[in-house]
C-alpha cells in the first residue's frame, strides 16, 4: 500500500512563497508519475504539475502556474517537492500529492492511483 501525506501549507501574502513536501511510503516511487493537483472552494480539482519517468525525468505545469511554480524530488528521501513562488490569491485551494504508474496522461485525475490527504495553502491580498 503506497501512502502519500503532503506538509507545507499555510498562510502568506500575495507574491510570498511557500514549498510543499509529499513524502511517499510503501513502495519505491522513482519511476512514478508524480503529479500535484488542487482544489479550490467551489471549483473542481485541477492540474498544477506532474513529472514523469521515461529514461529521463520530464515535468509538466498547468499554463496557470508555469514560470512561478516548480517540481522537484528527492528519491533519497522518497519525497516530491512543489516550490511556489509568485503566489496570487487565485491560488488559494487545498493542494493534493497523487501518484500513478507509468504512461498515464498526467492530468488526469482518474488515472491516478493513490492521493494524499492534502494540505491547505491560503494566499491573502
Known amino acids: 500500500q503506497v501512502q502519500l501525506v503532503e506538509s507545507g501549507g499555510g498562510l502568506v501574502q500575495a507574491a510570498g512563497s511557500l514549498r510543499l513536501s509529499c513524502a511517499v511510503s510503501g513502495r519505491t516511487f522513482n519511476r512514478y508519475t508524480m503529479g500535484w493537483f488542487r482544489q479550490a472552494p467551489g471549483k473542481e480539482r485541477e492540474f498544477v504539475s506532474a513529472q514523469t519517468w521515461s529514461g529521463i525525468y520530464r515535468t509538466y505545469y498547468a499554463d496557470s502556474v508555469q514560470g512561478r511554480f516548480t517540481f522537484s524530488r528527492d528519491n533519497a528521501r522518497n519525497t516530491v517537492y512543489l516550490q511556489m513562488n509568485s503566489l496570487k490569491p487565485e491560488d488559494t485551494a487545498v493542494y493534493y500529492c497523487?501518484?500513478?504508474?507509468?504512461?498515464?496522461?498526467?492530468?488526469?485525475?482518474?488515472?491516478?492511483?493513490?492521493w494524499g490527504q492534502g494540505t491547505q495553502v491560503t494566499v491573502s491580498s
Open positions: 497523487a501518484a500513478g504508474p507509468f504512461g498515464i496522461t498526467v492530468t488526469s485525475l482518474g488515472e491516478y492511483d493513490y
